[in-house]
């Protein structure tokens, strides 16, 4: 069973920056990819980020790449998610997810999600 916490949401104005953390209660966390979706009303989720089990390897959409920047501590059980230059547009509920070995960006391959994490940005 894992088990996945997010932080570190809130209230930022346009052109700031916020870090969010997601700690995961699961043994060999080491062996788990992880994952930043973000969803907002009326929309499916959609992938923001993701990471090898290592960290060696990582992937963002194309509307937050170069803003965004995702990193894991496995000594720690936990994965961040740095955003700079946030927009609006940003502006989302924000999840982690985990699955064995290796990330996918479509949602339906997480089994584990954390309850979400309020971001918004304002302009």
């Known amino acids: 069973q894992v088990q996945l916490v997010e932080s570190g949401g809130g209230l930022v104005q346009a052109g700031g920056s916020l870090r969010l953390s997601c700690a995961a209660s699961v043994r060999a966390y080491s062996n788990y990819a992880m994952a930043w979706f973000r969803q907002t009303p009326g929309k499916e989720r959609e992938f923001v980020a993701g990471i090898s089990m290592a960290g060696g390897s990582t992937d963002y959409a194309d509307s937050v790449k170069d803003r965004f920047t995702i990193s894991r501590d496995n000594a720690k059980n936990m994965v961040y998610l740095q955003m700079n230059s946030l927009e609006p547009e940003d502006t989302a509920v924000y999840y982690c997810?985990?699955?064995?070995?290796?990330?996918?960006?479509?949602?339906?391959?997480?089994?584990?999600w954390g309850q979400g994490t309020q971001v918004t940005v304002s302009s």
């Open positions: 997810a985990a699955r064995l070995y290796a990330y996918r960006s479509s949602p339906n391959n997480y089994a584990y």
